[in-house]
């Protein structure tokens, strides 16, 4: 069995990891940090603010679960809780499923490890049109590097696995260019269930990295504890009301639990981060808090190929096509990435179209199903403007997501695109996702090119799904355009900051782990100096 940092800490004694599910009473704590997540920027900020000496607490509203006890590679135990809403977290319209982490760690315990530095083009975007100046490929290289020395991204030189390799000689004989994907794993056994969790402790997410050396900083993590509203007073932040949930985290029990912070951080992700500001009232002249919220509207295609896939072994993502991100400018068409994903049961007959006998005969082959996916790189253009987060009667938050007809026609573009390269790479059948392809989908390149180009594009009818969230509480340089500064700092109230995938003003064109990791390296590091005066080494 692999080393496991979790139950080491934990058995040390040393830790200090509080189970709010556990609380009879109202409890108060102190802080110089509270932080609000543990996924990628919030577990990076702490690490970099324990290191500065800071007496930092972390809230989370999910459960603390590690290799040696609770990652089995099963997927009726994982989603329940490992993720929001057990994996079904959907938009207003049920239009779009979305994958996203609710445990220690966040989304990084449970992603597929692919690891991109923010596109060029994007960063140019972000300058151009909200003003951070600062956000150059040569300013932001360094901490990306620093992200992937401390995280241990590398390059994936294994042999991908058939799904990925129908990506990879489709894309050839296609005439698309593609790529290798790197992944932030060390010993990595290639057993494709990361989204289930990390059995052998090999992805180094925030859950073995960065929270464990908070806690041996001092750091106190508080789990299933749902960050209720932040407190406010003259002007300043001054901490986090909390309630605490019952062992499944869907329930609250009636506990209060109060942190009072000198700095306030909030890194609960896209979509949780903006809810929490609309619920604690937070000033907002110019209306943009949850506006603009955007998620990668991913299309899927499947294929069943005359040889077997089983695409449930091997690391889920090794190759990607940028082909038709680097082809269009973002004010031109629709810009889309193709990657594929793993393939379980579960996740595979919920995602695919049909049902009763259709469903069955497609699941019956399902050692020889390929599938592609294409990531639209949406908030460029101005008719793809995302979503935005209001609050259910619950206080919960709820994401609405209109696909505007640009949008769909970069996703009618997409389907082609792996229909094409699917039967490229010798698929007897394909299917795009789509509840009007007829059963068995379609036999020839041709059949499927007049059948796609006359598909519907509705919600509903054609599967959309994401596990990308960005946007909601964006940066900018001046307070009409953006909700924090480029460090993440709050507008319209002091001591209180913003570091995980909300502040980004776009989507990224990208996998988003690695540009959080580095924004929130550069941001929390230069929040450690003003609180401090120290200039911090990260990684150490």
């Known amino acids: 069995m692999p080393k496991d940092v979790i139950a ?114 994007t960063l140019a975007f972000w300058r151009d049109h909200y003003g951070l100046d600062d956000m150059t490929v ?44 790197r992944r932030n794993v060390k010993a990595c056994l290639n057993l494709g269930y990361c989204g289930m969790g990390c059995p052998a402790n090999a992805k180094q997410s925030m859950l073995i990295t960065t929270v464990p050396t908070a806690l041996d900083r001092g750091a106190t993590l508080l789990t299933h504890l749902r960050a209720e509203r932040v407190l406010q007073e003259g002007g300043k932040a001054v901490g986090v009301e909390g309630m605490a949930m019952n062992h499944s985290g869907l329930e609250p029990v009636g506990i209060k639990v109060t942190i009072k912070a000198k700095t306030v951080l909030l890194a609960g992700g896209a979509i949780n981060t903006p809810a929490l500001m609309l619920r604690s009232y937070l000033s907002d002249p110019h209306g943009l808090i949850g506006k603009r919220t955007f998620l990668h509207p991913v299309n899927v295609s499947g294929a069943l190929m005359p040889f077997k896939v089983e695409g449930w072994q091997g690391a889920p993502q090794s190759i990607y096509s940028d082909h ?93 695109t792996m229909a094409e390269l699917q039967f490229a790479a010798g698929a007897t059948r394909v299917m795009p996702i789509h509840e009007d392809v007829p059963g068995g989908g379609y036999s020839s390149w041709a059949e499927a090119k007049a059948a796609i180009q006359s598909l519907p594009l509705e919600v509903l009818r054609a599967k959309v799904v994401s596990a990308h969230v960005m946007g909601g509480a964006a940066m900018a340089s001046k307070a009409e355009q953006g909700v924090v500064d480029g460090y993440g700092r709050f507008f319209n109230l002091d001591n209180l900051y913003v570091m995980d995938g909300s502040v980004f003003p776009t989507s990224i064109g990208a996998n988003p782990q690695l540009s959080i990791y580095g924004l929130a390296a550069r941001n929390a590091s230069s929040l450690a100096k003003t609180l401090t005066g120290k200039d911090i080494a990260w990684p150490v």
């Open 8 to 121: 080491e800490g934990l058995a040390s004694g040393k830790w200090d990891v509080r189970d709010a599910a556990t609380f009879m009473r109202d409890q108060t704590l102190e802080a110089d940090v509270v932080i609000v997540g543990t996924g990628a920027g919030g577990g990076v900020a702490a690490e970099i603010l324990s290191l500065a000496g800071l007496k930092v607490v972390m809230l989370e509203e999910g459960e603390l679960r590690y290799a040696s006890k609770h990652f089995n590679l099963k997927e009726a135990e994982a989603y329940p809780t490992l993720y929001q809403e057990s994996a079904g977290r959907q938009t207003k319209d049920k239009g779009i499923t979305i994958l996203q982490g609710r445990t220690v760690g966040g989304s990084t315990t449970v992603n597929w490890t692919s690891s991109f530095r923010t596109p060029p083009t």
């Open 138 to 181: 040569e300013n932001m290289a360094g901490w990306f590097g620093k992200a992937e020395k401390r995280l241990s991204v590398i390059d994936w030189n294994v042999e991908p696995n058939v799904n990925n390799q129908v990506l990879m000689s489709g894309a050839d004989r296609a005439g698309i260019h593609w790529s290798k994907i």
């Open 324 to 416: 038709f991100i680097d082809a269009f400018p973002p004010d031109g068409p629709m810009g889309y990435k193709l990657e594929v994903p793993p393939l379980h049961p579960v996740l595979t007959a919920i995602t695919m179209s049909g049902f009763g006998e259709k469903h069955r005969q497609l699941m019956q082959h399902f050692d020889r199903l390929q599938v592609v996916l294409a990531l639209m790189r949406d908030g460029f253009h101005e008719d793809s403007r995302g979503g935005s987060v209001s609050l259910k009667a619950d206080g919960t938050p709820l994401l609405d997501y209109p696909i505007s007809d640009y949008v769909w026609r970069g996703m009618r573009h997409s389907y082609l």
